[in-house]
């Protein structure tokens, strides 16, 4: 299993102000309102990247190869002919 981390890519001096999933990238932005605090915007990035949901890159990925199914239908439409050709010598 992989480990997902927030980090902090951009701080407003000490104050954390955007964050991202090591995972999936995903940005986290403090609200200005948080960011006046240290504590509170290290607290709402925690928080907004304990909430979200990984969607892993590769799944989008993963699509383009997936379309290539279409050729392999061409493949079983074959098979079925053969299947035919059963039924007619058996009879
Ligand atoms: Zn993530």
Redesign the pocket.
């Known amino acids: 299993m992989i480990q997902?981390r927030l980090r902090v890519v951009q701080w407003l001096s000490t104050t954390p102000a955007v964050g991202v999933?090591t995972?999936?990238s995903?940005e986290f932005k403090v609200p200005i309102s948080a960011l006046r605090r240290t504590a509170d915007s290290q607290a709402s990035l925690q928080a907004q990247f304990d909430r979200?949901k990984?969607e892993p890159v590769d799944s989008v990925l993963r699509r383009e190869p997936d379309e290539e199914e279409d050729e392999e239908e061409d493949d079983r439409k074959e098979e079925d002919d053969d299947d035919d050709e059963g039924d007619g010598y058996s009879e």
């Open positions: 997902r999933c995972l999936c995903r979200h990984c």
